[in-house]
């Protein structure tokens, strides 16, 4: 990373942000919160949610971070910019903005601010990016949240345990791909954005899965029955990823039918994807374990699984 150069454009743009940029009072921060789109361990991804008069244009958004902590925006070293800008148009006057932050160095903790074009910059920001070398990891798994009370108290419990990520297992605000729902979703992401920080203050970041109630109708929907939920958790292209989180555990996310059928192509064990993985941690046997340094590559994955002597004890949980 060139730290000179790019400290040198920080300060150009800001300095060029600052003074162009108005701050009328009808543009507001909704959300930030944390998602993971490519090695967590050296990337995050800052989801900002912004809302506006309808018809009005959304702000820009920009990210200024930094290892050590800063006040002014122009003290940090670095500056990122929306690399995705999201207008919902069944939600006029929303926009969910997505800054990629990358670079960045393992198992370290990084602050950041949110620095909107139409309004104040946001108070500093704390997340830890995952080790690149072994280390004890700390997660929760949950799924089948919902937005009431009990989920509250629930929350509050997974955040004192500290993780370094929340694994999310879908069924998270129940708006079953409803545009009509979409307030479930600001009430649990208003949830996860006050109650969802460690002890120390860092930011959890989510990788989730796709539940049935991110879908309308469930099962076997399109990217438009699951608007909400793949526009809200940009996390990748498709509903099926890995995510590798420290050098000894690498994650399968699968989807169990909602969007991706379990036949033929993806997800679960299918040659298409998972033969392409390696995934050398100890996964459950409710997994497929294949290396795409088998003997026989063209055989199928759960074929090769077996012969391998590793369990697989079906192509999907
Ligand atoms: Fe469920």
């Given at each position: 990373m060139n730290l000179t150069r790019r400290h040198v454009l920080l300060m150009m743009w800001i300095g060029a942000f600052l003074n162009l940029a108005p701050m009328p009072a009808?543009?507001?921060?909704?959300h930030i919160y944390l998602t993971w789109s490519g090695d967590p361990a050296s990337s995050v991804r800052i989801n900002v949610h912004t809302m506006t008069t309808p018809g009005q244009l959304a702000p820009q958004i920009h990210v200024v971070y930094d290892t050590v902590r800063a006040g002014a925006?122009?003290?940090?070293r670095w500056a990122s910019t929306s690399t995705h800008i999201d207008p919902i148009e069944a939600l006029p006057g929303r926009t969910v903005h997505s800054v990629l932050l990358d670079q960045l160095q393992p198992g370290t903790r990084h602050y950041y601010r949110v620095l909107s074009s139409q309004d104040a910059a946001s108070t500093v920001y704390h997340f830890r990016t995952m080790p690149d070398e072994p280390s004890p990891l700390r997660f929760i798994v949950n799924g089948d949240?919902?937005?009431d009370e009990h989920a509250r108290q629930l929350q509050s419990v997974a955040a004192a345990q500290d993780p370094q990520v929340a694994l999310l297992g879908g069924d998270l605000?129940?708006?079953?791909?409803?545009?009509?729902?979409?307030d479930r979703w600001d009430r649990w992401l208003d949830h996860w954005d006050s109650l969802?920080?460690?002890?120390?203050?860092d930011q959890i970041p989510i990788v989730s899965a796709i539940g049935n109630h991110e879908v309308r109708g469930g099962y076997a929907g399109t990217e438009q029955d699951a608007g909400l939920y793949l526009r809200y958790l940009p996390?990748?292209?498709?509903?099926f990823y890995d995510r590798q989180l420290g050098p000894h555990v690498a994650l399968l996310v699968l989807d169990s039918?909602?969007?991706?059928?379990?036949?033929?192509?993806?997800?679960?064990?299918s040659r298409h994807w998972c033969g392409t993985k390696t995934v050398t941690s100890a996964l459950p046997s409710t997994t497929c374990r294949c290396s795409p340094?088998?003997?026989?590559?063209?055989?199928?994955c759960h074929e090769r699984v077996a012969a391998s002597g590793n369990r697989c004890s079906r192509n999907l949980p």
């Open positions: 009808e543009a507001a921060v909704r925006p122009g003290q940090y949240m919902g937005i605000a129940y708006s079953n791909g409803n545009w009509d729902h979409a969802m920080v460690t002890s120390t203050g996390q990748s292209s498709k509903t039918g909602h969007l991706a059928s379990h036949d033929g192509e993806p997800p679960g064990c340094d088998s003997a026989s590559p063209a055989q199928p």
